[in-house]
């Protein structure tokens, strides 16, 4: 069950990163997507798509990074 | 926190905490939540418009993330999947098709309510009862860790499956990663169709129906039934948002927060499945889908449109 240490450990690290990515990026991001809503449906649904799937794959990289650095260092 | 898109304005930390919670169903059950996450985005006070478009935007995030898990598990049968993708984009058209047809009538709020409650009860009871049945077939007494797939994954209904692949419907081909020798490539654009048409129709990715569908219809295994699913909601949510995104039903924000959430959910749902069997995995999942039919019969009670 050390597994599940290791993830709790995690959770609160991606917590905090995740608050600071909050208020950095997603604050400055509403303005910007609600301008390319009005102007430009079809760019917005390709950058809408792309941005998710960006988003996915940056957190997933920065979870996993930080699982593989705990259990590394409980071993 | 107020978001201009929809005009909506709803607590961060009420759309963290949703999509942490349908993550884990994500990971562990191979399901896309959107059975939970759109009456609750509903119940939240988004329009119902941009609650379809919304949540399957963030379907698409959360179910990648459980999709690479899965992949990476080996509980993804690619080849399936890849056969799977033509009925389930086909499906998914002619889904959004009957709700314009219904939108054209002025039917689609109660048409689309009562369906998706009688579909997620009737999935629920049949769940229930298959489970129920399993756990009390004498199986292996080995720890779970020990047991062989076949002894994790034992199944009621199994002659459903039986049928299923004595059809004779050329061509038919196999599934090695499946265990499977011989299927008709008919059965499975006919489950992905449906599949399909459910997502379209009813919203979300359908995992409610695919997943089981490929359980009991194609006689998948319960683990790589979860990940091939999984799979199958990434390309259906995609398509279905970079549509609904055009139409302007899409509040990109909203399903960004989310993500943040579900991005956590979804490693502790996968991380889940290495603890359970197949029986056990889907009586949990079981009751669920009346959750969602409560949310929806609660809006369509009190007047709130369900799409």
């Known amino acids: ?75 | 926190m107020h978001f201009p898109i929809s005009g909506a304005t709803i607590d961060p930390l009420y759309l963290i905490g949703l999509g942490f919670i349908v993550g884990i169903l994500g990971g562990f059950f191979g399901v896309g939540g959107s059975f939970l996450a759109g009456p609750v985005l509903f119940v939240l006070g988004l329009p119902m418009n941009f609650v379809v478009g919304t949540d399957l935007l963030h379907i698409v995030g959360k179910s990648m993330v459980a999709a690479r898990k899965h992949i990476a598990m080996g509980n993804v049968d690619l080849r399936l999947a890849a056969i799977m993708v033509i009925g389930t984009i086909s499906g998914s058209e002619a889904g959004v098709q009957a709700i314009e047809a219904l939108k054209r009538a002025a039917k689609v709020d109660l048409v689309v309510g009562v369906a998706t409650i009688v579909v997620l009860v009737a999935i629920s009871l049949f769940i229930f009862i298959e489970s129920w049945q399993a756990l009390k077939l004498r199986g292996s007494r080995k720890p779970i860790a020990d047991q062989t797939s076949q002894e994790k994954d034992k199944r009621a209904f199994k002659f459903i499956a039986r049928w299923t692949h004595s059809l004779a419907w050329p061509p038919k081909l196999s599934l090695p990663h499946s265990g499977i020798k011989s299927i008709s490539l008919w059965a499975i654009l006919l489950v992905s169709f449906v599949s399909g048409i459910f997502s379209g129709f009813l919203g979300g990715g359908a995992g409610y129906i695919r997943m089981p569908s490929l359980v009991y219809l194609l006689g998948i295994p319960t683990h790589i039934a979860i990940g091939t699913d999984l799979f199958e909601i990434v390309v259906s949510a995609g398509y279905g948002s970079f549509r609904h995104a055009m139409n302007g039903n899409v509040d990109v924000m909203i399903a960004l927060i989310m993500q943040t959430g579900a991005a956590v959910g979804a490693q502790i749902g996968a991380l889940l499945t290495q603890y359970f069997n197949g029986p056990r995995i889907r009586m949990a999942f079981a009751p669920l889908p009346l959750i969602g039919a409560g949310l929806i019969i609660y809006g369509l009670k009190t007047g709130h449109h369900i799409h």
């Open chain 1, 1 to 75: 069950m050390s597994n599940w240490k290791a993830f709790l450990i995690e959770l609160v690290l991606y917590t905090i990163l995740l608050l600071v990515y909050f208020v950095i990026v997603l604050h400055y991001l509403g303005g910007w997507f609600k301008e390319l809503y009005d102007h430009d449906r079809t760019l917005f649904a390709v950058v809408a798509l792309l941005v998710m799937i960006g988003q996915t794959i940056g957190l997933q990289t920065v979870s996993s990074l930080l699982f593989r650095l705990i259990s590394r260092k409980k071993t």
